[in-house]
């Protein structure tokens, strides 16, 4: 797409119309959003008419489509946030399917609004009031693929609510970016760790849990205690549960029951939805399963290295662990590959040790694009098969139940 130089850019215009609407409406927050889209979808218009003679019409409209996405696309809320969601997604589908082809920014484009990630309407937000003296908030890093979020977190969430009828369970997601994706795409309006707790404060939450799904004891669990700690004093009782593989040793050699859990659980599917009665049985095929995970420059990566040491231990030569960030360095892509074939295995399985199989799963684990960990596998050309399995951890049931385990320790801790 040619690039197009504006006297007055699109993102301006439709930034003086939100604007405009936010100070001049008045009434409801809804009467005051549909205000703010109306607005922005006639000023998109207008836009794409007095700029047309500088270039093509359909990019000009598909630009300020993506600097509306691009302006949502944003790790914190403001008071602006409903509006920009609704105007962004009213731009979106008052684009012709050509126009949606050409949206291209800085984050925007044409898959923001457009991919296929399921049924939104089969997700429960979790953000009603009326939550009584006892809440069980959950906190997520979040997805914005609408099946994975549904099997994943509301799989987790719904786990817990059935181990603890006595406790409302509730969500909260730490990244602000994907919380507005769910919005304004699918209308579906997710609380921030912020809203979430002041929900809880309005609704007279006397004793709180938390029970986060991240992994480990890394950067997002301790930004997520940070902000625990700022409530602390409008509770009764507050007590945080431990992330998924419990705490951090000091090297890769130390491991514990929770990590021997998860290597247990996760690789106990892996392999059944492969088609093996067992791992050795998969070994004996030739048949080596790669878990994918994020990867961290913070002190909990090696939780990684104790993963494979895991493993290994528990019997598992034919199973390995990688990351995406390639943090530690003995866990990127190439490092992995050089393992599994010197190993001799022919065959290989990808499968994510996420808790949701959202972005990485589909895009860096599973996509087309030549950095792909499928690509790069097949490009190795030492493999007869390289397949992948796209679930994240949260729809195994064993690790619900690790998950609810948790929980328990932390209400146990509120019992004395």
Avoid at 80 to 109: I, M, S, Y
Avoid at 289 to 294: I, L
Wanted: proline fraction near 2%; include cysteine.
């Amino acid at each position: 797409m040619r690039r197009i130089h504006y006297k007055k850019p699109a993102a301006v215009l439709a930034a003086l119309a939100l604007t405009t609407a936010l100070l001049a409406g008045c009434g409801s927050t809804a009467a005051t959003t549909d205000s703010v889209a109306e607005s922005t979808a006639t000023e998109s218009e207008a836009v794409s008419e007095a700029t047309a003679e500088e270039g093509d019409a359909d990019e000009v409209a598909a630009k300020n489509c993506a600097d509306l996405i691009d302006a949502i696309y944003v790790q914190e809320r403001n008071d602006d946030t409903d509006a920009q969601c609704e105007a962004a997604k009213a731009a979106w589908d008052a684009l012709t399917d050509a126009q949606k082809e050409l949206v291209e920014g800085e984050n925007a484009d044409p898959d923001y609004f457009g991919r296929d990630t399921g049924d939104a309407a089969e997700d429960d937000p979790r953000n009603a009031d009326d939550i009584g003296e006892n809440e069980l908030l959950v906190v997520s890093f979040g997805t914005s693929f609408n099946g994975s979020r549904a099997a994943d977190i509301k799989g987790i969430e719904d786990a817990l609510q059935a181990a603890y009828p006595d406790w409302s369970v509730r969500r909260a997601f730490t990244a602000q970016i994907i919380i507005n994706h769910v919005q304004a795409r699918d209308g579906e309006k997710i609380d921030n760790m912020q809203q979430a707790l002041d929900r809880a404060v309005a609704n007279g939450v006397k004793n709180l849990v938390v029970q986060p799904t991240h992994l480990m004891h890394g950067a997002e669990y301790d930004e997520m205690c940070e902000a625990i700690d700022q409530y602390k004093d409008k509770f009764e009782s507050v007590a945080i549960a431990e992330p998924l593989l419990g705490e951090v040793g000091n090297d890769a050699t130390v491991i514990n029951e929770d990590k021997e859990a998860v290597a247990a659980a996760i690789t106990a599917e892996a392999v059944k939805t492969a088609g093996y009665e067992d791992a050795a049985a998969a070994a004996a095929d030739g048949t080596a399963f790669v878990f994918m995970g994020h990867g961290t420059s913070h002190t909990a990566k090696v939780s990684y290295s104790q993963m494979q040491t895991t493993m290994q231990t528990l019997g598992y030569d034919n199973v390995f662990i990688g990351t995406v960030e390639g943090e530690p360095e003995d866990t990127a892509c190439e490092a992995v590959i050089e393992k599994v074939k010197e190993a001799g295995y022919t065959k290989v399985v990808l499968r994510p040790l996420m808790v949701v199989a959202g972005d990485h799963a589909n895009n860096d684990m599973a996509g087309a694009d030549e950095d792909s960990w499928l690509s790069q596998f097949n490009a190795a050309g030492c493999f007869d098969s390289v397949d992948t399995q796209i679930a994240g951890l949260g729809e195994i049931a064993d690790v619900q139940q690790l998950y609810a385990a948790h929980t328990k320790a932390a209400i146990d801790t509120l019992n004395g």
